[in-house]
């Protein structure tokens, strides 16, 4: 079933009804992040390639804030997705992911090596920063390139 038609079945817009807009896609963020839905995840197209390219240029690394601050277990079974889904679709050094507790640990784990984000790059406004932002959840991966030199995006 594509995600469309999984919003749009009766049951969940009648649950959305019962709980409100905010808890409702509060839950269906949760759902994205459940290992059996991050396993099946599919990749966006030329994100591989991307990924070779920039090998060639140094190591990667993918951070995330694929991470469960009141259950541990699903924090481990994110973690196990995450390395089996960059394995199983042959991601360049799959083996280096970074899981950090949460999007602002994540945010200042990148800053600390002088990563900006696009929104302290090109100053965009908070309409913008919020379409960045979700196209980076939706991406599911962040790619770090590293140099002899400053890291560089």
Not at 77 to 93: D, I, V
Not at 95 to 106: G, I, L, S
Not at 119 to 146: D, F
């Amino acid at each position: 079933m594509k995600y469309r038609a999984f919003i749009h079945l009766p049951e969940l817009q009648a649950y959305r009804e019962g709980i409100g807009e905010e808890q409702f896609w509060r839950t269906i963020r949760w759902l994205e992040l459940e290992p059996e839905t991050l396993a099946v995840a599919p990749v966006f197209p030329g994100a591989i390639s991307g990924i070779e390219q920039l090998t060639r240029l140094g190591q990667v690394a993918y951070y995330t804030a694929r991470h469960c601050w009141f259950d541990e277990e699903k924090s481990v079974g994110m973690q196990k997705a995450t390395y089996g889904w960059l394995a199983s679709h042959a991601f360049p050094q799959a083996d280096r992911v970074v899981f950090c507790e949460n999007v602002a640990a994540k945010r200042r784990s990148l800053s600390a090596m002088g990563y900006k984000s696009l929104e302290e790059r090109y100053n965009w406004r908070s309409q913008r920063q919020q379409v960045v932002c979700v196209q980076s959840r939706s991406a599911m991966w962040h790619v770090r390139r590293y140099t002899s030199k400053r890291p560089v995006l």
